[in-house]
């Protein structure tokens, strides 16, 4: 009996002594792993937000870009993290609603992840370089189509990324054909873009706007449901026959599974009242982002009814679910 009372005593000291921790937390650097490039939006926002949890908290938060298999390395290097809330991910919207369901050897799982919340969304600007013959997409449609199937290409983040979706989907309905050239970030894919070897790219404005307004790119249209302030002169897809085109891109925040529930709870709170401080919103919409902040319960939510929206559309490319 003694040795059971010493045995409880001791899981007892274990157990307040991982609550202290936890009750603690932070009292080091926190790492949020990002999958991309330095340069897009994911990063714009992902260094945003650290910078203003570093002032909540106390602590240093940085980024880590740790890019490559679609985005996938970086959320296997997350989900094999220790569940201690010192690093966290940044994932962009189709790493957890559409690489679960088409990617055959995806690394991880979703249940490897507790879902903190939605940081932030945006819409997306077709660019092109000046010198393509095309200043819109019913003129793109058609030089493509004279020039001859995949004699015109396009930069994009990788496989299965809303980008890349979202640029196939125009082929589909346009019918016509691009030639994709992928890369692990807007931020790599830009000096080919710059130096005319790529002709095209949606992406996001964090990124474009200083190339915009400098003429080094030229815009074609935006996929949000209305003009954007940053681009007001800058038609929708909708304004030019693409309605089915209005495609936002966001990034959540997550944590390993098994991170301590004051942990989480923390984050959520903390990570709620930075996306509603005002300096951080302005500081996003001054880039044509806009800042979101959620419950967990939305974001799952919101990947699952994307995994649906893009899942019919992916079945309808022929793509093959691995479910």
């Not at 013959?133 to 930069?155: Q, V």
């Not at 954007?228 to 002169?233: F, T």
């Not at 936002?248 to 599974?257: D, K, Q, S």
């Not at 799952?300 to 479910?323: F, H, P």
Request: aromatic share 8%.
């Amino acid at each position: 009996m003694r040795w059971i009372w010493v045995s409880l005593l001791v899981l007892g000291l274990v157990a307040s002594g991982k609550t202290a921790v936890a009750d603690a937390w932070p009292t080091r650097p926190v790492r949020i792993v990002l999958t991309f490039a330095a340069g897009g939006s994911p990063d714009f926002v992902g260094r945003a937000l650290a910078q203003k949890l570093s002032e909540m908290f106390g602590e240093s938060v940085y980024v880590e870009n740790r890019t490559g298999g679609n985005g996938n390395i970086g959320v296997d290097y997350v989900a094999k993290s220790e569940p201690d809330g010192y690093t966290l991910l940044l994932a962009a919207d189709n790493q957890f609603s559409v690489n679960p369901k088409f990617d055959a050897d995806l690394p991880y799982q979703v249940t490897d992840f507790t879902p903190i919340s939605l940081i932030a969304e945006w819409y997306f600007v077709l660019v092109a370089t000046p010198s393509l013959e095309a200043d819109n997409i019913g003129e793109l449609i058609a030089l493509a189509k004279h020039r001859g199937a995949g004699k015109i290409n396009f930069a994009s983040t990788g496989t299965f990324g809303t980008q890349q979706l979202a640029m196939e989907l125009l082929q589909q309905l346009g019918d016509f054909k691009l030639t994709d050239v992928p890369y692990r970030g807007a931020g790599q894919a830009y000096p080919d873009l710059l130096a005319g070897r790529t002709q095209l790219m949606l992406t996001g404005t964090a990124g474009s706007l200083p190339h915009l307004r400098s003429g080094q790119l030229k815009p074609l249209a935006v996929t949000s449901p209305s003009r954007i302030d940053c681009l007001p002169d800058v038609p929708t897809v909708g304004e030019q026959g693409f309605a089915d085109l209005e495609t936002p891109a966001y990034v959540g925040l997550y944590a390993p599974a098994g991170t301590p529930k004051t942990v989480v709870a923390k984050l959520v709170e903390q990570v709620t009242q930075a996306t509603a401080s005002p300096d951080f919103r302005e500081r996003l919409a001054a880039a044509g982002l806009t800042a979101v902040g959620s419950t967990p319960e939305e974001l799952a939510e919101r990947t699952d009814r994307d995994s649906v929206k893009w899942t019919k559309i992916l079945r309808a490319m022929g793509a093959r679910d691995n479910q």
